[in-house]
């Protein structure tokens, strides 16, 4: 068990749904972030939030919308997506410092999307 | 463009054999490698390889950075079919936390 714990597991849904993925940390960190991983595709990095505050998003479309109530929650809004959307979707979190020397992520089990 | 490239894109070997994947990197501001391990879901974190701390391991694993040579290895001793899983390789992206991730080797061990 890595401290991250992320819901649904699995989630198959149409292009006209909205729902929305949970992320939640046990581990008293900082910094929390979305992934998406295609098949044969790298990990990608979706957003970033540091402190609650979105620090990053990686070019992400619109559909997908992130929020970051509180450090150790994180939710990840999907509205009317597309059948290439499906895929893994990892959370992970890190205690991040200003020393400059990133920490290791912690990642969550991740979220299996089908999208119909 | 940070880049991270990752090698033999996939291998099969039998158990007890040794194994060795690669990853070169192009980044700007270098200050950490990391290797994860990937078995079925979520990359669990193996080494993390800093200009402080160039080798490091773990039981039948370690790790070793290259900053000449903008590299790292990672190596398995004595394969055991619980090895079998995606390992990647990320690096820091410029001045921020964001990782960057190569695609993985994909490691197969057969008894």
């Known amino acids: 068990e890595t401290g991250v714990t992320q819901t649904p597991r699995h989630l198959v849904m149409g292009m006209t749904n909205k729902k929305s993925l949970k992320c939640e940390q046990h581990?008293?960190?900082?910094?929390m972030y979305w992934y998406k991983q295609s098949a044969k595709k790298p990990l990608e990095l979706m957003f970033v939030?540091?402190?609650?505050?979105?620090?990053e998003n990686n070019s992400v479309p619109s559909r997908f919308s992130p929020e970051c109530p509180n450090s150790s929650h994180l939710f990840l809004h999907l509205h009317t997506l597309q059948p290439e959307d499906s895929a893994l979707y990892l959370c992970?979190?890190?205690?991040?410092?200003?020393?400059?020397?990133?920490?290791?992520?912690?990642f969550g089990p991740g979220t299996r999307l089908t999208v119909l | 463009e940070d880049k991270v490239v990752q090698s033999p894109l996939s291998l099969v070997v039998h158990e007890g054999d040794t194994v060795t994947l690669n990853c070169s990197y192009e980044v700007t501001n270098f200050r950490s490698l990391l290797w994860y391990k990937q078995e079925k879901k979520a990359p669990t974190f193996l080494f993390m390889l800093?200009?402080?701390?160039i080798e490091k391991k773990s039981g039948r694993l370690s790790s070793i950075l290259d900053k000449k040579e903008l590299s790292s290895i990672l190596n398995i001793t004595a394969t055991q079919t619980g090895d079998s899983a995606i390992y990647l390789c990320a690096l820091p992206q410029g001045g921020s936390e964001k990782l960057v991730f190569g695609k993985g080797t994909k490691l197969t061990v057969n008894p």
């Open positions: 992970a979190s890190s205690q991040e410092t200003l020393a400059g020397v990133p920490n290791e992520q912690f």
């Open positions: 800093t200009s402080s701390g």
């Open positions: 939030y540091n402190f609650k505050e979105q620090t």
């Open positions: 581990l008293g960190h900082n910094a």
